[in-house]
């Protein structure tokens, strides 16, 4: 093999790099995967698509509900703390005042026993 001026090497690795090389894509447009009603890209129809729209749409309605998920956590984080700081006698009096409540009433903010009256 002779060194010819003209010619180029058989490789770009034998040049150093001068930054990142740009690359083309060329699509060939008879491809009969891209119909009308898809989404080319994925393969999706209008109607799924639709349905994302649909999805994301909700974003403000989720995040609300998590916020007040996230309250309520916190809710119940604190009243756990507090219970946690009671003496065993504060804990026998509340349990002997739950007993007291109505069937079914105890786990309902602001029950109040039996004949006592709001």
């Known amino acids: 093999m002779t060194n010819e ?4 090497p058989a490789s770009d690795r034998s040049r150093p790099s001068r930054g990142p090389r740009r690359l083309e894509v ?10 009308i009603g898809m989404d080319a890209e994925h393969g999706r129809s209008v109607q799924e698509i639709s349905t994302l729209f649909d999805i994301a749409g ?16 916190r809710a119940v984080q604190a009243a ?4 946690a700081r009671l003496s065993p006698a504060e804990v026998r009096d509340a349990l002997a005042y739950r007993r007291t409540l109505q069937p079914g009433l105890l786990s309902q ?5 039996a004949g006592e009256s709001s």
Do not use: C
Request: neutral net charge.
């Open 58 to 73: 909700r974003e403000s309605e989720v995040i609300a509900g998590l916020a007040g998920g996230m309250d309520d956590l």
């Open 109 to 113: 903010p602001g029950a109040r026993p």
């Open 80 to 83: 756990k703390q507090a219970l």
């Open 26 to 35: 060329v699509k060939d447009m008879t491809d009969t995967q891209h119909t």
């Open 5 to 8: 001026p003209n010619k180029k």
